[in-house]
Nanobody, 121 residues
Framework: QVQLVESGGGLVQAGGSLRLSCAAS????????MGWYRQAPGKQRELVAR???????NYADSVKGRCTISRDNAKNTVALQMNSLKPEDTAVYYC???????????????WGQGTQVTVSS
């Protein structure tokens, strides 16, 4: 089993910065990639950034140059530093982990409960 808990969301002015954090906990799992996704009202959930255990990263075009994803493999944590925030960044941000679990015996996606990010203009 894998539990993901996000923190760091909140209200910020346009042009400001925010740092989101996510911690994976539980037992009997091994994580490959971790990432951040977001979903605005009436919109589909989309990838913001993703990072593998080896440090390879992917970013959505809309956040390139403004966001940086990082992780601590030993602690099973991932963070997203967001700068120069825009109103269109407003969404619920979800932490994701691609993990192998001993009980299930296969790879699967796990999700946190989400944290709200609101950027005012």
């Amino acid at each position: 089993q894998v539990q993901l808990v996000e923190s760091g969301g909140g209200l910020v002015q346009a042009g400001g910065s925010l740092r989101l954090s996510c911690a994976a906990s539980g037992s009997g799992f091994s994580i490959n990639a971790m990432g951040w996704y977001r979903q605005a009202p009436g919109k589909q959930r989309e990838l913001v950034a993703r990072i593998t255990s080896g440090g390879s990263t992917n970013y959505a075009d809309s956040v390139k140059g403004r966001c940086t994803i990082s992780r601590d493999n030993a602690k099973n944590t991932v963070a997203l530093q967001m700068n120069s925030l825009k109103p269109e960044d407003t969404a619920v941000y979800y932490c994701n982990a691609d993990a192998w679990t001993v009980v299930l015996g296969h790879w699967g996606d796990y999700w946190g409960q989400g944290t709200q990010v609101t950027v005012s203009s």
